[in-house]
């Protein structure tokens, strides 16, 4: 079935570490996001890409890093200078129809730094 | 920037009753969309409705409708006949089709509790 697969779906780590959370697409997308959601509060976008080899900055990107070596792909890395990673995370990419333009989301996954 | 502001945090209502989520949005963008995504205990977030900006025709899908005011720039959402599954968080979002990241603003979302 074609959709966005997240792994793990929880992820503990420990003070200092470097994580990768995994996000693959069989939709043939083009874009892919990631966006972080805190507890009570709404999605804010952490890094996008739009195009193989390529990626940008969104409104929460320090102390995280991506790459988009494949289009299918999108590993977002939470570095250690990311100083509050506890969160849950959201992959979403993106499809371009005849009626306009539609995110979907993946399952999500829980970082919690222990 | 675009802003997108859910003024209730939590809303309650009767199952087979109707509720209306609200949501206004500050653009100064022309052409765009909206849209309602739910978010169930799962934190899966699915797409329940779109509205492009430039039709003026409110947007539909089966029980739950919109009310978009551009002018006003208001978005909200009406939920009729309210069963258990609705209950949820709902999040309001903007997307400015100007912005070829195609990239996703969102409210703080709003509660729904459904009372059987």
């Known amino acids: 079935d074609g959709g966005i697969t997240q792994s793990p779906k929880y992820l503990f780590r420990k003070e200092g570490q470097n994580v990768t959370l995994s996000c693959e697409q069989n939709?043939?997308?083009?874009?892919m996001y990631w966006y972080r959601q805190d507890p009570g509060q709404g999605l804010r976008l952490i890094y996008y890409s739009q195009i193989v080899n390529d990626f940008q900055k969104g409104d929460i990107a320090e102390g995280y890093s991506v790459s988009r070596e494949k289009k299918e792909s999108f590993p977002l890395t939470v570095t250690s200078a990311q100083k509050n990673p506890t969160a849950f995370y959201l992959c979403?990419?993106?499809?371009?129809?005849?009626?306009?333009?539609?995110?979907?989301f993946g399952e999500g996954s829980w970082l919690t730094v222990v | 920037a675009q802003t997108v502001t859910q003024s209730q945090p939590e809303m309650s209502v009767q199952e087979a009753e109707t509720v209306t989520l609200s949501c206004t949005y500050d653009?100064?963008?022309?052409?765009?969309?909206l849209f309602w995504y739910k978010q169930p205990p799962s934190r899966q977030m699915i797409l329940v409705i779109r509205?492009?900006?430039?039709?003026?025709q409110n947007a539909t899908e089966n029980r739950f409708s919109v009310n978009f005011q551009k002018a006003a720039k208001s978005f909200s959402l009406k939920i009729s006949d309210s069963q258990l599954g609705d209950a949820a968080m709902y999040f309001c979002?903007?997307?400015?089709?100007?912005?070829?990241?195609?990239?996703?603003?969102f409210g703080s979302g709003t509660r729904l509790l459904v009372r059987p």
């Open positions: 979403a990419s993106n499809h371009l129809d005849n009626s306009g333009n539609t995110i979907y």
């Open positions: 509205q492009e900006a430039y039709k003026q």
């Open positions: 979002a903007h997307q400015n089709t100007m912005d070829s990241s195609y990239k996703l603003i």
């Open positions: 939709l043939n997308h083009d874009a």
């Open positions: 653009t100064s963008e022309s052409d765009y969309y």
